[in-house]
């Protein structure tokens, strides 16, 4: 025997609205996260970088300048690092569900 569910016409709008928020609170607080991280990559790069010639000052100017680019093209793989690890609650609770039929 089936039960039915009865929602009253203006519930539905109210829990559509609550549903909503908490969605747009998730969204903003994902995106100040990714912008975070971003953030510290960026500067921690960039900070390497610029270190370069402080911390080998025999370095000759083509060498720093070498090691200096290649510290900054660090920063797509960090960055694409950062959105990985952004993603992994997501993959855990596909493998939560996938685990029975997995086994």
């Known amino acids: 025997r089936r039960r039915r569910v009865v929602i009253r016409a203006g519930a539905a709008p109210a829990r559509l609205d609550a549903a909503r928020a908490r969605l747009a609170a998730a969204e903003r607080r994902a995106a100040w996260a990714a912008g975070l991280g971003s953030a510290v990559v960026t500067a921690a ?3 390497l970088a610029c270190l370069v010639p402080v911390l080998a000052p025999t370095l000759t100017a083509e060498a720093a300048s ?12 960090l ?4 959105a990985a690890a952004q993603r992994v609650p997501a993959l855990r609770a596909v ?3 996938l685990a029975p039929v997995l086994r």
Do not use: F, K, Y
């Open 95 to 97: 493998l939560a569900r």
């Open 79 to 82: 960055g694409d690092l950062v």
């Open 45 to 47: 790069v960039a900070g």
């Open 66 to 77: 070498v090691i200096a680019l290649l510290t900054l093209a660090l920063l797509e793989p």
